[in-house]
Each structure stands twice: as structure tokens, then as C-alpha cells.
């Protein structure tokens, strides 16, 4: 279960940051 606490906030983040692509591709 270590493994998921340290790679979820940077998954965390990679998604968001995808998202933003996202929002930026739509547009």
C-alpha cells in the first residue's frame, strides 16, 4: 500500500494536468 500513497499525488497531478491540456485543446 506504500506504493499507491507515493504515486497517487503525482498521478494526481498528471491528470490534472492532462485536463488542462484538454481545456486548451478544446478551445
Sequence with gaps: MKILRTYLPSWC???????????????
Design 13 to 27: 497531478s498528471w491528470i490534472q494536468s492532462q485536463r488542462q491540456q484538454a481545456m486548451i485543446m478544446t478551445m
